[in-house]
């Protein structure tokens, strides 16, 4: 028999300022047929206020990163209309204070942040809105003049105001070797150092790429690079040798 149910109220409001940010962003509420074997806040179950699923998952892919997902554990833990999160291996709870705990359940909860709600009324009836992605303190609100960037477009200068060309930076000595390059390999041919590749992740992330700079070189930072070597017409092969490390700080600042 069908159940009438609906998203917790205050989970709605999560939802929204999330798609807000990351349009594309997957948000999971009613839970699958392993949800729905045990007892699950990805049910719906009626708490006398409406029969309401009182959870979200919060899906790390499509453009909704690691650094969000941190950002939003933060956001969120400590609230009163919220009873835990989890992510990470890690669980806070308002009934533990908020205090981080090691999470041993079967799902590690590494690809997704999931929160549970407070089953009252008056969690359902918060609207409290959540930022978990800086807003740029050089953001104009009329007639912006940004410099370009990279990895986004650069934004139309206003008739009156010269676009801010940025000061060219000189590139730091190339850790390895002539012939040597960082990228990302199933064997252990030129194994990467997490300081030289969170070096070149953080240089990129100034330029205005969307990227974790985690010193890992996985199938992000790869197709990053190779969109970088595109545009500034190198070899695109997704490594990082030392023509394409220099390029990454040496290179003209340029829109999309």
Known sequence: ?????????????????????????????????????RASDHNPWNWGYGIVVSAIDVMIRNGFTKTDAANLVKALKGRSDIQYIIYNRTIWSASWGWKARAYRGSDPHTDHVHVSAKHT??????????????????????????????????????????????????????????????GEYKGNRNTPSKSGVRMFQAQLRKRGWDIDVDGKFGEETTRIVKEFQKQKHLKRDGLVGPVTWRAIWEAPVTSK
């Open 1 to 37: 028999m069908a159940v009438n149910w609906r998203v917790q109220g205050n989970l709605k409001v999560i939802t929204a300022d999330i798609k807000k940010v990351c349009p594309q962003a997957t948000v999971y509420s009613v839970g699958d047929a392993s949800h729905q074997s």
């Open 121 to 182: 009324r008056a969690a359902d009836q918060t609207v409290k809105h959540v930022t978990f992605r800086p807003v740029p303190v050089n953001k104009p609100v009329v007639k912006p003049v940004s410099k370009p960037t990279d990895g986004k477009p650069a934004t139309k200068p206003a008739p009156v105001s010269k676009p801010v060309t940025p000061k060219p930076v000189k590139a730091p000595p190339f850790p390895l070797g002539p012939n040597s390059s960082y």
